[in-house]
């Protein structure tokens, strides 16, 4: 048997390929998030054009022109955050309440979970890349109001699948935006001052 060499990536073809493993992610995730919904619905019996409330459940800063790439990946780790804080709350609030569900519609909700979980490591990996650290935003303010009726459950637990599927789109446009040059930059300002220290 041949012995296979494999070469370490590191630096910005590292990160670019982070990148892309988290692009791809988040297109599964969107898909799994879509057959999610399908799924809930039908078990709903909701329509597509089923009335949800306005506004988002996730607080972050609103999106602007003027934050940097750096910023605009924390913003997005921060909400992927809450967005799985919102997932597993919905969970057990539907299983303490609703009790439970058909196997295919738990096994979707399940898997879209882990895939989410996942995209959150490689978000991470990139502002790690593009800072050195990684200061994890805070999802203890996180207002969760849940309501008790019946009916009203069942439409904020839509409301919670339909946020996380758009924060999954947000996720994708975000991180297909990135400039190449990003972790360059990034990686030559860690040599230097390694270089400057000896």
């Known amino acids: 048997m041949a012995c296979r060499r494999t070469r370490r990536t590191a630096g910005p073809d590292l990160s670019r390929t982070t990148v892309a493993r988290a692009i791809a992610i988040a297109e599964q995730l ?3 998030c879509s057959v999610l919904l399908d799924l809930y619905r039908k078990r709903e019996s909701f329509t597509s054009d089923v009335p949800v409330a306005d506004g988002r ?7 602007s022109s003027q934050l940097d790439s750096r910023d605009k ?16 709350r919905a969970i057990a609030k539907e299983e303490e309440e609703l009790g439970g569900s058909k196997l295919d519609y738990e096994t979707q909700r399940k898997m879209v979970k882990e895939r989410l979980s996942l995209l959150i490591i490689n978000t991470r990996e990139l502002l790690k890349a593009v800072d050195g650290t990684v200061q994890t935003p805070s999802v ?4 969760l109001v849940v309501p008790t009726a019946v009916f009203e459950l069942k439409l904020w637990l839509y409301r919670v699948f339909q946020e996380v599927d758009y924060w999954i789109k947000m996720t994708i446009t975000t991180l297909k935006a990135l400039p190449p040059d990003l972790f360059k930059d990034n990686v030559r300002s860690r040599r230097s001052s390694r270089n400057a220290r000896r």
Request: a negative charge.
């Open 140 to 143: 203890a303010e996180l207002e």
């Open 30 to 32: 969107r898909y799994e």
């Open 57 to 63: 459940l996730v607080s972050v800063p609103p999106p």
């Open 73 to 88: 990946l924390w913003r997005l780790h921060s909400a992927l955050l809450q967005c799985y804080v919102l997932l597993e």
